[in-house]
């Protein structure tokens, strides 16, 4: 399916939240997540189903002053 992620097109065989994470490479690393402009707690990410032309944004915390 095609997304928009951190507002690059791609495509992804994944269709959880969580699957997409693991896809990109973040693992088990602390991020923010949000789709189609909501935000998508962590606890809930193994069951948000994501479907094409979601535009999702993963967000790291910087550290920092």
Do not use: W
Not at 36 to 50: C, D, F, Q, V
């Amino acid at each position: 399916m095609n997304i928009l992620l951190n507002g690059q097109e791609m495509t992804t065989q994944a269709t959880s939240l969580s699957e997409l994470l693991e896809e990109q490479g973040y693992g088990t690393a602390k991020v923010a997540t949000a789709v189609n402009g909501t935000l998508a707690p962590a606890s809930m990410r193994h069951e948000h189903k994501i479907t094409d032309g979601d535009q999702i944004e993963i967000v790291a915390p910087m550290q920092g002053g």
